[in-house]
Nanobody, 119 residues
Framework: VQLVESGEGLEQPGGSLRLFCVAAGLAFPDFHMSWYRQAPGKERELVATIDGISYKTDYADSVKGRFTIWKDDVETTVYLQMNSLKPQDTAVYYC?????????????WGQGTKVTVSP
């Protein structure tokens, strides 16, 4: 199984970036997909989730109204559109997959992609 993120970059405050996570080797529609982030010196935190079955989305309060998550089951890709970026959005962003049958314990992480927001 591989989760490969891309889209890393340096952006000014107020700017936008789009992150991509391409999944391979798993039954993509059977997984809840999420983006986490970890800023320097801080714990990893959940940013956004999309339910594998209902496509319902959920966001951390800090990104609501600015970030959008969606997925394409055909392309086996999950996206994170980040608008109105703030310096506090600077972090390594990780793609995360968890099987809809949580009891199976199937969880996968990507390697991370770095986002820097700075003037």
């Amino acid at each position: 199984v591989q989760l490969v993120e891309s889209g890393e970059g340096l952006e000014q405050p107020g700017g936008s970036l789009r992150l991509f996570c391409v999944a391979a080797g798993l039954a993509f529609p059977d997984f809840h997909m999420s983006w986490y982030r970890q800023a320097p010196g801080k714990e990893r935190e959940l940013v956004a989730t999309i339910d594998g079955i209902s496509y319902k989305t959920d966001y951390a309060d800090s990104v609501k109204g600015r970030f959008t998550i969606w997925k394409d089951d055909v392309e086996t890709t999950v996206y994170l559109q980040m608008n109105s970026l703030k310096p506090q959005d600077t972090a390594v962003y990780y793609c995360h997959a968890r099987h809809t049958r949580a009891i199976w314990g199937l969880i996968y992480w990507g390697q991370g992609t770095k986002v820097t927001v700075s003037p």
